[in-house]
Every structure is written in structure tokens, then in C-alpha cells.
């Protein structure tokens, strides 16, 4: 008898598709282990990347005596964290970035553990429970390793972005237990403990005030299942909550003055922003505008989530241009329709489509302070997606998940989709994170991309010159310039011209940099920078009194960045002129201001190597050094320390090497290079380099004492007589140092 093929097998006959087997503890840690592997391998090449203005805030923040400050101010609890960094390495990124990473790795976890958990609720667990570690899997995989977190985990600084999300989260899984516990005294602490990472949340970001809200969304979707009933009380609750938290960020911080001005540029919806402490440096739009193309640019991140090509991200989109009104550039409406849309899904579809449409509300939310609110802030940064996402991306993975056959739950399958979006995600991360080679790498890709960041423009230009490539600064600082001046951005125009007026007085080319104060004066009169430029300018030229009188007044107006300038300009003042002590007291007083300007430690070892005080010399050339490993200057003094000390040759070479390899504009290195080059004895390069220096400004007896020198070192005296001879010779050869040379030659 043939079997009936077609014969309805009874349900409890059937076999039960293949499932992940139960989800234990050791399951949760080896995923965590791969998660951190993953990040770990997809950041790595940025660890001893470039810093990338972040040097500076860190450098002003990020001390132990502001951090023991009882008055928090904003942000102060991120930047207390890198004091953390600097008692291991202050100079040293690497320690920053793996810092960043694990803040980074935790983030995925709670991510990780707010999709399983959600799934597990109470009013969810019949329905989802067996989606949850798949759901859990899947977000926290797209989460850590998705190229558009990169300027939240490699831009250093922006460690606040990654804080505020995890005190957030941290905020909802307290709020969580504490809503779903049984004991009144848990759920107290609990609330209480949610209300504390929101108030250290706030303290790392201002964005995690959206913390709040987020948490009620979360309540209103999965825990009260939109029921109408107790709405009020939780209503009541969650208000006097929010009250609370508030309150106490107000004993810290003056709220009531920071809601007041936001609310008052608000109100002016088409007058330019007015500056307040959170707007972006000249900002040249309306609130209104400012609010029109925040459509467009949340767009363009939708965009990158669905492609994020290392190609389409910019590190900086200062200049992103704004719409003038809804219909221009056209996009703008179509941006506005799109999000209407998208919200008016989310909450139409609430009940039948609940995990997405409480990803597109989170996303909003989330990004509704900076994107929406605190208008006059810069219009476009991607690290600003962080937080929006983790619940973004939870809510795309349950959707996703709930929506599949069972055959997706079996072990290889969902492994083999893990392991494909962390090969792809991993794999665009990895590749864009080579911007961070060094600082030229990242701002040339940031102009290339976006040509009208004047910021990035004069980045590049920084980067260029402390690659002491000065020819390159100049060209990028001039091109900036003329863009300023077109374009009427005045703080641009500042920042370009001061810079080109000090690469001009740095390459001794007195002419044009005088052309720049000129121009300076006539644009920005009173303006601090320009009285640091005249009196550089004087000291270049040799009149030590006019330079110390002109540097000092410019003291009583210059900030704490120009403050250090100055008084590092005022010791390189004193030190040509020959006044060592009253140069070693400026460069003090400029490192108390900041320990870690290279300069002012490179000017200080050059002081004590003119007063024959070679240990100190080499102390303070060495702390140059580590700021600033590749500074030619340093590298030259470094090698004459070693010549002075008699040391091996070779070291010095190796100092003078690196002195010439990028080709500095300054003679010094190649004075050091001939120098080694006596000495090993090979005369002929060595006159090469001795040409190199006088072509790079070794003018008049410098460059025969130089050689007088190096042959003496070399116990050639007789050659070394006849350089001597010669800057005897020399007109503009100070008569002291005639003295003593014809001291010198008489004893031969």
C-alpha cells in the first residue's frame, strides 16, 4: 500500500526547527569577548593616530586641580576623565584611543543587554522572548562597529558623546529593573540610581538630558504597552523625576540662564544667531535656517547608515551650506516631507510595527537637542548619531528579526549574518580610520570633501606647519585668507592671517609679513593677535625693546592660548639678544600656562645650551622632543647635545637625519647634518649641507663659525683657523666675538 504523501502530519508530531540552544552566561561573555576583538581590530589602526583639535581642549580641561573643582560646569565629568589619561601618558594618544574603545565596547554591550532584556519583559516574553539573544546579537554587532560612531571613538575628545550615551543607558536599564521590580525599596534605589547616571550623563554631554524622554518613550513601549490606565500617575512621577534631576544640575550649572537664552534665539526665528556659549564660531544663519537644514543633514545620516562608504564621511562639515527657506535648495522640502513621513509612520503604526517605530522615535529624540533645539551650534557632525542609534538600531534588529521564519534562528545561520555585518561594518571602519594616519591625512581628507570648511582649511594649514612644512602652511593659510575675505567669515580671516603673518616671520621674510599686519590692522583694528604679530615682527627685526614692549601689552588682551604664544615669544626675544635668565623666566611662565607647548620647551633647552648648561639643555630638548618628535629644530639641538657631549657619532646622525628629512626651511638642521658629516669625515656632503644651511638663511659669520666649529670638534685645527680668519674678515661679526677669536688664534 503506497503512503499518502500528502497526509497532514499532527502537530505534535512534527519536528521542531532547529534553534540557538539556551542562552547561558558563558554564551553572553564569549560574544562579548567577539564584540571586543571586533571593535578592537576595526579601531586599531587609528590607536596611534593624529590628534585633531582635541589636544588643545584636553590640554585646557583636563587638569587634576580643575577636576577637584566642587563647581562641575559643563562637561566636566568627561573631561575629568582625561585626567585619567594624562597621569599615564599626557602626550601619547594611544592611551586616549583605548580609553575611548572600552567606553565604546561597554556602549555595545548595554546595547547587547537592553535588546535582551526588552525582549524578555514581562508583556513581551510570550511573544519574543526566543528572538531576544538573535535581536540582541544582531544590534550590538551593527552598533559597535558601524563607520558612523568613528568620530565618537577616534576623535578623542568627543569621549563626551560616548560617556553621555552609556550614562543614558545605564540610566534606562536602572529605570528598567526598577519598573518591572516587585520590592518598593528596589525600585526606589533603582529610580534613584537611573536619576544619578542621568545627572553624570549631563555632566558628560548636555544631550543626555534627552535621557528623560527617551526613558518615558521606552515605558510607553514596552513596559505600560501604551495602556491608558495610571498614564497620569507615571506621568506625575516621571515630571517630578525630571524636576528633580534638573534641579539638582541647576546647583551646578546656571540653567535657568542656559534655557533663557536658548529660548530667547528661538523666538528671533529670522534674526542671525546671536553668539552664545554653544553656538559654532561664525555662524552666519537664522534659527530658522538653522532648523530647515537640519532636515537635509539628518538625511544625509540616514544615508550613511544605509551606506556608509568610507568616501561619504566627513570628519568636519563646517561650511555645509544652509537652506535659505523651504524650497531652497529644493532638498528641503523633500528632506522635511521624508521626516514627516517617517514620524508620522512610527506613530500611526505604533501597535502593529511597535520596534521600528520606536527606533525612529528614539533617533529624534535623541537628536532633537542639538539637531533641533540648541540652534547656532554647528549644522553637521556625525558623532552626534551616537546615542540616536543604539535604540535606532535595536529597533531595525527586533523588527527585522520578528519579521523572519524560524529558519533564520538556526545557530550557523544567524552566526554566519553576524559574522557578514561584522566582516562588511568591520571592514569600512577599519579602511576610514586611516584618515587618522596624522593630522595632514585627516584635514586633507576633510578638504577634499568639503572645500568650503574654512575651519579644516586652516587645520590643514596647522597641520602643514608643524610638519615644518612652511611653504605648504603658507600657501594653505593664503588661500584661506582670500576665501575669508570673499565670503565675509571675520574669524576665519583672523585665524588665516595671523598664521600666515607667523609662518612669514618664522621663514624671516620680514617684507610679507609686514603686508599681513598691515592688512590685519586695516580689517580687525584692536585686535590682540595683531599687536602678537608687530611685536614678533620686531623681534625678527632685532629691536628687542620695541618686541618686549609690544608682546606685553598684548598680554593684558590675548586668551590662554595667546598667553603662551606671547610669553614663549618674549624668552625667544631675550634669548637673541642674549638676556638668558630673563628668557628662561618667559618660557616658565608660558609652560605654567601650558606644560605642553612644544615650543616653549624647545626655546628653554635653547637658552640653556647658550649658557653651556648642556643637562638642562638636553632635559628640556627631550620634553620638546616627546611633544613634538618630529621638530626639526629640537632634532638639530638634540644632535649638537650629543656632539657636545662627545657622544657617539652615529646617535647624532640619527638625530640630524631626522632633522633634514622633511626638508625644514631653517638652517640649523642642516648646520647639525655638516657638523656629523666633519666628523665622520666626509668633507664633501658635509659642504653640501653647510650650502644648504646658508641658502636656508645662515647668513654672514654664522655659517664659517659653524664650519670653525664642527673642524675644532673634529681636532683639524688648522682648518678651523682658516674659517676663523675669515669671520674676522666680516663686517656684521659682532667685535666681542672678534676678541675672542683672535684670543683663540693666537694660542694655535
Known amino acids: 500500500m503506497r503512503k499518502n504523501k500528502n497526509k497532514t502530519v499532527p502537530p505534535s508530531q512534527r519536528s521542531a526547527p532547529e534553534v540557538l540552544p539556551p542562552v547561558t552566561l558563558r554564551t553572553h561573555l564569549l560574544f562579548f569577548a567577539f564584540l571586543a576583538a571586533a571593535v578592537f581590530l576595526a579601531y586599531s589602526n587609528a590607536l596611534p593616530g593624529a590628534w585633531a583639535l582635541d589636544d588643545t581642549a584636553i590640554g585646557q580641561y583636563a587638569s587634576i586641580e580643575k577636576s577637584l573643582d566642587l563647581k562641575l560646569g559643563y562637561r566636566k565629568l568627561a573631561y575629568a576623565s582625561f585626567v585619567i589619561n594624562k597621569l ?44 531576544a ?11 559597535a562597529l558601524h563607520p558612523i560612531n568613528i568620530n565618537a571613538v577616534s576623535y578623542i575628545v568627543q569621549r563626551m558623546a560616548s560617556l553621555s550615551a552609556m550614562f543614558s543607558l545605564l540610566a534606562l536599564l536602572s529605570y528598567i529593573y526598577g519598573r518591572t ?10 529610580y534613584a540610581l537611573s536619576a544619578a547616571f542621568v545627572f553624570m550623563g549631563i555632566f558628560s554631554k548636555e544631550n543626555a538630558v534627552m535621557a528623560m524622554p527617551l526613558i518615558i518613550l521606552y515605558d510607553v513601549f514596552f513596559i505600560a504597552g501604551f495602556e491608558q490606565q495610571g498614564l497620569g500617575r507615571r506621568a506625575g512621577y516621571a515630571a517630578l523625576g525630571a524636576l528633580l534631576v534638573l534641579g539638582a544640575v541647576s546647583i551646578f550649572l546656571d540653567l535657568n540662564k542656559v534655557v533663557g537664552n536658548m529660548a530667547g534665539v528661538l523666538f528671533r526665528m529670522n534674526q542671525p544667531i546671536i553668539d552664545k556659549d554653544w553656538t559654532a564660531v561664525d555662524v552666519y544663519w537664522t534659527p530658522l535656517q538653522h532648523i530647515l537644514t537640519e532636515f537635509r543633514v539628518i538625511i544625509r545620516y540616514f544615508s550613511l547608515l ?96 520578528t519579521s523572519f521564519k524560524d529558519s533564520f534562528f538556526r545557530p550557523k545561520v544567524l552566526w554566519g549574518v553576524v559574522l557578514i555585518l561584522s566582516a562588511v ?33 586652516v587645520a590643514l594649514g596647522n597641520a602643514y606647519l608643524k610638519a615644518a612644512d612652511l611653504v605648504s602652511a603658507g600657501r594653505r593659510y593664503a588661500e584661506t585668507l582670500k576665501k575669508a575675505s570673499v565670503e565675509k ?20 621674510n620680514l617684507p610679507e609679513a609686514k603686508r599681513v599686519i598691515d592688512l590685519m590692522d586695516a580689517r580687525l583694528a584692536g585686535n590682540s593677535s595683531t599687536g602678537v604679530l608687530r611685536g614678533f615682527y620686531s623681534s625678527m627685526a632685532g629691536d628687542t625693546a620695541a618686541a618686549v614692549s609690544q608682546l606685553t601689552q598684548s598680554l593684558a588682551g590675548g586668551n590662554r592660548l595667546d598667553t603662551v604664544i606671547i610669553y614663549t615669544l618674549l624668552g625667544d626675544t631675550y634669548r637673541r639678544a642674549g638676556q638668558l635668565e630673563k628668557a628662561l623666566e618667559n618660557y616658565r611662565k608660558s609652560l605654567e600656562k601650558d606644560s605642553s607647548f612644544a615650543a616653549a620647551h624647545y626655546g628653554m633647552g635653547n637658552a640653556y645650551f647658550m649658557a653651556k648648561e648642556i643637562d638642562k639643555a638636553e632635559a628640556a630638548t627631550g620634553r620638546a622632543l616627546a611633544l613634538d618628535p618630529f621638530n ?42 655638516a657638523t656629523v658629516l666633519v666628523l665622520l669625515g666626509n668633507d664633501a656632503e658635509a659642504a653640501v649641507f653647510f650650502r644648504k644651511a646658508s641658502e636656508r638663511g645662515m647668513r654672514g659669520y654664522l655659517l664659517p663659525y659653524s664650519q670653525a666649529r664642527a673642524y675644532f670638534m673634529k681636532g683639524d685645527k688648522d682648518k678651523a683657523a682658516v674659517y676663523l680668519k675669515e669671520i674676522l674678515r666680516m663686517p656684521d661679526a659682532p667685535a666681542e666675538l672678534k676678541k675672542v677669536i683672535e684670543r683663540d688664534l693666537s694660542r694655535l
Open 133 to 143: 539573544w538573535p535581536v540582541a546579537a544582531l544590534s550590538s554587532t551593527v552598533f
Open 88 to 131: 599615564i601618558n599626557p602626550l601619547d594618544p594611544v592611551n586616549y584611543r583605548v580609553l575611548n574603545i572600552g567606553i565604546h565596547i561597554f556602549n555595545a554591550v548595554l546595547v547587547y543587554w537592553l535588546a535582551f532584556l526588552t525582549l524578555r519583559l514581562p508583556g513581551l516574553r510570550e511573544r519574543f522572548s526566543r528572538y
Open 181 to 190: 521590580t516587585a520590592s518598593r525599596i528596589a525600585g526606589v534605589s533603582l
Open 489 to 508: 567669515r571675520p574669524q576665519y580671516f583672523h585665524d588665516a592671517a595671523y598664521s600666515l603673518g607667523m609662518v612669514h616671520l618664522f621663514l624671516g
Open 425 to 457: 561594518l568591520g571592514g569600512l571602519t577599519f579602511q576610514r580610520n586611516f584618515v587618522w594616519k596624522d593630522s595632514i591625512t585627516l584635514w586633507t581628507d576633510t578638504v577634499n570633501k568639503a572645500p568650503q570648511n574654512l575651519r579644516a582649511s
Open 306 to 401: 544605509v551606506l556608509p562608504l568610507p568616501g561619504r564621511l566627513v570628519f568636519d562639515y563646517w561650511g555645509f551650506e544652509p537652506s535659505a527657506n523651504i524650497s531652497t535648495p529644493v532638498s528641503t522640502l523633500f528632506s522635511a516631507l521624508a521626516i514627516a513621513l517617517a514620524l508620522g509612520l512610527a506613530i500611526l503604526k505604533r501597535k502593529t510595527l511597535p520596534f521600528i517605530s520606536f527606533g525612529i522615535l528614539w533617533y529624534f529624540i535623541a537628536i532633537s537637542l542639538e539637531s533641533f533645539i540648541a540652534v547656532g551650534s554647528d549644522l553637521y557632525f556625525e558623532h552626534r548619531n551616537y546615542l540616536p542609534v543604539t535604540g535606532l538600531f535595536f529597533g531595525l534588529a527586533a523588527q527585522a528579526a
Open 632 to 673: 626639526p629644530l629640537a632634532l638639530a639641538q638634540m644632535a649638537d647635545i650629543v656632539l657636545i657631549r662627545k657622544g657617539p657619532v652615529e646617535k647624532a646622525r640619527l638625530f640630524a637625519e631626522k632633522s633634514v628629512a622633511a626638508s625644514p626651511p631653517f638652517y640649523q638642521p642642516y648646520a647639525s647634518m
